[in-house]
């Protein structure tokens, strides 16, 4: 899930449309944040297509970089971030995606918040990993923090 996040993100800041259509399912259902065209839903990869354009029309040039990727259970993950403007600043933000049986994004829910009130609102559990990701990384790497580092990592790097 970690190497889907990061393909999407890495998609999203080339701006490239086919990139996201290889990562999504044929009937997405994609929220985005509110940067571009207020609150709005797009369905499918005509949606996904349509966001795309709405996007690159609207002359901003942000891009997203990777904070950290969570495991929530075995179809969705939380993809925590931050959006950079051309100045550099950034303003926290997040997705929860819910994937199919085929591994693709079926849902993606985009916000302009951190992790903490995502939890706090009851979108995503308390930072604990599920007992079948615990399980993984226990044993990959034993006496190990269990939990993902919180480090910006740029999803180009």
């Keep these: 899930m970690e190497t889907l996040a990061h393909r999407f993100i890495d998609a999203f800041n080339r701006r ?5 259509l290889a990562l999504a399912d044929a009937d997405i259902e994609f929220h985005p944040t509110t940067l571009v065209r207020g609150r709005r839903v797009y369905h499918g990869h005509d949606g996904l297509r349509r966001w795309m354009s709405e996007l690159r029309s609207s002359g901003l040039e942000h891009r997203v970089r990777v904070l950290h990727v969570r495991v929530l259970d075995d179809a969705s993950f939380l993809l925590v971030s ?8 950034a303003t926290p933000s997040a997705m929860i995606a819910r994937l199919t049986e085929h591994g693709k994004i079926a849902e993606a829910r985009a916000y302009l918040s951190d992790e903490q009130l995502l939890i706090q ?22 006496g190990a923090d269990r939990r993902t580092p919180r480090r910006g990592v740029d999803a180009k790097a």
Aim: glycine share 14%; hydrophobic share 40%; no cysteine.
């Design 16 to 20: 490239d449309v086919d990139g996201l």
């Design 82 to 89: 931050e959006v950079l403007g051309g100045n550099n600043a």
């Design 121 to 142: 609102l009851g979108l995503v559990p308390a930072d604990d990993p599920p007992a079948s990701a615990r399980g993984v990384a226990e044993q990959s790497l034993p």
